[in-house]
């Protein structure tokens, strides 16, 4: 699958500066692996990492630390189309077997054009065995002038058969100020209003990413954070059994269930607002609390609700998020559960 646009600049790659200057330094000195291993949280870089140091490394003027980003090599990358950029992203919930088995394919024959063929293998910790025992041969003993590059989630479980074969690279969650500077940098699309985010937004934002820029563009874009603040301000003024707490219910779970596989997200959010609100009961300033985009709704929860009633809510969710692992209806989840947030 080939990437659409591809940053080739590893300078435009927010933090992870010790992989980038790794990774320079490993080309300058002609000590490069055969096989990398990108290893940390989902959306701080990997990828666009992998894809920047494959045009780093066939750039025709590349300085020390960069590609140069307009030469022809430059250029190909940046469409997404060089013949020897092989990107395989899972088809699915994972990468195939026969993804790997047609890339071994492409790997008989020699690079078309570059002077070292990239492939790059997306969330390898999703792979099943078999898909990964085909790729091992690969890894081991790579074709001339091709280099592999695997990314992985730091929490997802690696074969140690992959791990003894690549060179591992740690990658970072970014600082929590490097992350709303990103946000309230980002380039807008012309015309897209909804891409504009204010101060307060960046910052609940970034408080809640954990140092993914990736997770905070998650949350910005699926409009989560906005579902969120709805749900909470909608339901807090609603007593249980009011005619229009059913109506409400109803017509949050419907659109609560449109996010469906960013449901858990949805519920990850609601939780840190039943946390904050916790620790607000417990004494904490107002300062010190993440949901900050629900700051004027603090005064009346806090009437509402008491401790236990709290600590009650956060078992509705966990409840909820079980459900949903066993497949339960998503729409029929959040009923129940915003009855219970009540
Ligand atoms: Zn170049």
Known sequence: MPPSQTQTSLHSIIGQEKAKLFLTRAVRAGKMSHAYLFRGPAGIGKRSTALAFAAYLNCLNRTDDDACGTCRQCRKFASGNHPDLLLIEPDGSAIKIDQIRSLKKDLLFPPLEAQCRVVVLTSIHTMRREATNSLLKTLEEPPDNTVLILTADAAGEILPTI???????PFYPLPYNQVINYLLSRPKRAGRAADSISVTEAE????????????????????ILALRHEIVTRLLPLQPGEPEAVDTVFSLAEQAAKLENHLPELFILLKIWLRDLILLANGMPETSLISRDLATSLALAGQRFN????KDQLHHIDRAEKQLKRNCNRGLV?????????
């Open 163 to 169: 791990r003894s074969r690549c060179q591992t690279i």
């Open 204 to 223: 609940t934002l970034a408080a809640i990413a954990e140092g993914s820029i990736g997770r905070a563009m998650l949350f910005k874009e699926k409009d």
């Open 307 to 310: 401790l236990q009633q709290l």
């Open 334 to 342: 959040c009923e129940v559960l915003f009855f219970g947030l009540l």
